[in-house]
């Protein structure tokens, strides 16, 4: 067998690419330096989108040794994914969507294919091409690790603005002496209305809130399971001692309620979060008054 | 010996008077046959003092359970029989939550953020024509 004999005596092609990659590594990383990916990540200079090469260069040729071409978790990746990951994101910022980052990652491995026919002037046509499929084989393992890098990152920053979401979206606002409004806007889920219960709670004990109103002119679709939110948050802001008031239920939502059959009988409600407020007032045993031609406005008539 | 230490008899609840009100105030972890002494001593104090209004001020308890839920539940309810009502004080947000989510709602019970809260409520109704013990 030819073929065996040859690869018996060169190495096998992965580990023979991996020479190669060490071998003309400055070449390559001359070459990588113009390449899209590089040369617009790295735009300070161009030594550091040829280090910055190099880098991944090394990385390769560690991999390669390693003989695991197919392996995105290989040892020699994690040195780069970090760098990875900041030049997919610096694409992605620049408009570019996933598919496109991925071709310019593709953009590379012609250099670099060759480069080692080049190098393998003597080689026979057999070995030539075992080399350049290890190649292939690893800059697709490359382009693979850059697409779940920049996946990762994603996923993270979806993670992220979720909490941020949770944050921001619930604030609990204090609109007079013992009386606290949340005005709820977007879609309320289990994980939301939790936060909105506890919140409420902490605010009506801090504030020392006799009224508590819930303003759900920002929620476009009430169903069963959002109703049974607002029931639960009732009934324990009513069980802390403070009354709670839902206000800001437009028609058709109103529609829906009946529709579903749903009893919000023991929730007090308002048609805005003015009337709210003014009941609120009004049990407080404060009121506000316009003021009368006579009045306080000016001073004299 | 430590055994011993946690050992130690149910501690009594106080039960004070304050003019018309019964104010009890609960600390820390109850028993539930605490609980149930506290039920029967402050019927009987209800019978001989003939005092308008009880507070519960539960704003040391960090766990209720059902149990004790239920029992506060059916103070309201003896105290109403014998003319007197009830308002729970100052539940920690927690306690409201864990409640809700046990589906223990207590709707007869009235409730109030804190004693002080509990206190003018109760003078509040004294106060209102038809309101408890208003024809003596």
């Known amino acids: 067998m030819p073929e065996h004999e040859t690869a018996e005596q060169h190495g096998s092609p992965i580990r023979e690419v991996g020479e190669f990659l060490r071998r003309r590594r400055e070449q390559i990383a001359q070459r990588w330096a113009d390449e899209p990916l590089f040369r617009a990540v790295f735009t300070i200079s161009r030594d550091e989108a040829v280090d910055a090469a190099r880098t991944v260069i090394d990385a390769l040729a560690q991999v390669a040794d390693a003989e695991r071409a197919n392996d995105t978790d290989a040892a020699g990746f994690t040195v780069v994914r970090e760098q990875l990951a900041r030049m997919g994101a610096a694409r992605s910022r620049a408009g570019f969507s996933t598919a496109q980052v991925s071709n310019e990652v593709d953009a590379l491995r012609p250099p670099a294919v060759n480069l080692l026919i080049a190098d393998l002037p003597d080689a026979s046509p057999d070995e030539v091409r075992e080399c350049a499929t290890a190649l292939t084989v690893l800059m697709g393992t490359l382009r693979l690790v850059v697409l779940d890098t920049a996946l990762n990152e994603n996923q993270a920053l979806i993670e992220r603005q979720q909490l941020q979401l949770l944050e921001v979206a619930t604030p609990v606002i204090k609109l007079w002496d013992g009386i606290v409004a949340v005005p709820l806007i977007g879609t309320l889920d289990s994980a939301r209305s939790q936060v909105v219960m506890e919140t409420l709670l902490q605010a009506i004990v801090e504030q020392h809130a006799r009224f508590a109103i819930l303003d759900i002119t920002g929620v476009p679709t009430v169903d069963s399971l959002v109703a049974q939110h607002l029931m639960k948050t009732v009934a324990a802001a009513r069980l802390m001692g403070a009354e709670c008031v839902v206000s800001g239920i437009r028609p058709a939502i109103a529609q829906t309620i009946v529709h579903l059959g749903l009893d919000l009988g023991t929730v007090l409600t308002r048609a805005s979060l003015a009337d709210a407020l003014a009941y609120a007032l009004h049990e407080l045993g404060s009121g506000i008054i316009a003021p009368t031609n006579g009045g306080t406005v000016r001073g004299d008539r | ?83 007197a009502r009830t308002v729970v004080a100052g539940m920690r947000p927690a306690v409201a939550i864990t409640l809700v989510e046990l589906g223990l709602t207590l709707p007869g019970l009235r409730t109030a953020l804190n004693t002080e809260a509990a206190m003018d409520l109760l003078a509040a109704d004294t106060h209102r024509p038809g309101g408890p013990r208003e024809h003596r």
């Open chain 2, 1 to 83: 010996m430590t055994d011993d230490f946690y050992r130690v008899p149910p501690p009594h609840v106080p039960v004070l008077r304050l003019g018309d009100v019964l104010l009890v105030t609960l600390q820390g972890d109850l028993h539930d046959s605490t609980a149930q002494q506290l039920q029967q001593e402050i019927g009987e104090t209800i019978a001989s003092s003939g005092v308008t209004g009880v507070v519960i001020d539960i704003s040391g308890v960090e766990i209720v359970d059902s149990f004790l839920a239920r029992t506060l539940a059916e103070i309201a309810a003896n105290s109403s029989l014998l003319a």
